[in-house]
């Protein structure tokens, strides 16, 4: 079966995002408002030339990482489009990261697709965006810039 992944309010728009991972189990994380100005402030200065639509990619990205890299091997994952145009470069640095945890995983296991607002991915992070639900995983500022910049 195939895990799918959405994202409940943009890294780019105010306020809380949370993504969620879902299949016969479920996976959410949420990085605060306060916590991704944050990273977006930090990664301004690191990377002075990188336009902020790729800081707001890297940070989807880094946020992705810390949702998938607990999979099992040989999982299939399909993620929602939500950056159209940019799903070769998500998943090129998202294979980086990962296989530097993970160096069985393939280029095959993740897909980008239409995840519609009835899955129960798009359920779950918009419950946890909405603090219906609680994720599992709070991610600070932090844990994005480690897996961006590096310790």
């Known amino acids: ?38 990273a977006i402030k930090s990664m301004h200065r690191h990377f002075e030339r990188l336009s902020r639509k790729l800081i707001h990619i890297r940070l989807f990205t880094a946020a992705l990482y810390y949702l998938l890299r ?28 990962l296989r530097q945890d993970r160096p069985d995983i393939s280029p095959d296991d993740i897909a980008f697709g ?19 639900a609680k994720a599992d995983r709070t991610l600070k500022a932090d844990d994005l810039l480690k897996q961006i910049i590096g310790p």
Do not use: F
């Open 1 to 38: 079966m195939v895990y799918q992944v959405d994202q409940s309010n943009k890294i780019e728009d105010s306020g809380d995002t949370a993504l969620a991972l879902t299949n016969d189990e479920e996976y959410t994380i949420c990085i605060s408002g306060k916590e991704k100005r944050a």
């Open 114 to 132: 239409r995840v519609g607002k009835k899955s129960a991915a798009h359920k779950k992070a918009l419950a946890v965006y909405r603090g219906n």
């Open 70 to 97: 607990e999979l099992p091997p040989r999982t299939l994952v399909t993620i929602d489009i939500e950056y159209a145009g940019h799903e070769s470069g998500i998943k090129a640095m998202l294979l980086y990261w």
